[in-house]
């Protein structure tokens, strides 16, 4: 069966840094794309970065950009999300999801077959 185990989470000033990491159980994640999602308060979930199977290729939502960073280590079968540079806004609870597909990985929730439980990141002064 596969799951995903989130981990990381926690509350930070404005402008610090977390490390979320994914880790998956009963697949390896290198055969898979790997989602990272948030839901904030009150808010609907949204897709904020991932990685594709095939080439190792990235996607990240415009709010992130230049702030996040998604990357894999196979030999750990680990997903990471680097988070540097935390706004308030950032604050919600991150969520990882896979789905095996070989082409681009995609932002979109319904595009993803297992999820995890999520982290809350909370970012307040």
């Known amino acids: 069966q596969e799951q995903l185990a989130e981990s990381g989470g926690g509350l930070v000033q404005p402008g610090e840094s977390l490390r979320l990491s994914c880790a998956p159980s009963g697949f390896f994640a290198e055969y898979y794309a790997i989602g990272w999602f948030r839901q904030p308060p009150g808010k609907e979930r949204e897709g904020v970065a991932c990685?594709?199977?095939?080439?190792?290729?990235?996607n990240y939502a415009d709010s992130v950009k230049g702030r996040f960073a998604i990357s894999r280590d196979n030999a750990m079968n680990m997903v990471f999300l680097e988070m540097n540079s935390l706004k308030p806004d950032d604050t919600a609870v991150y969520y990882c999801?896979?789905?095996?597909?070989?082409?681009?990985?995609?932002?979109?929730?319904?595009?993803?077959?297992?999820w995890g439980q999520g982290t809350q990141v909370t970012v307040s002064s």
């Open positions: 990685i594709s199977r095939r080439d190792g290729g990235t």
């Open positions: 999801a896979a789905r095996r597909f070989m082409g681009r990985c995609e932002l979109w929730d319904y595009f993803y077959d297992s």
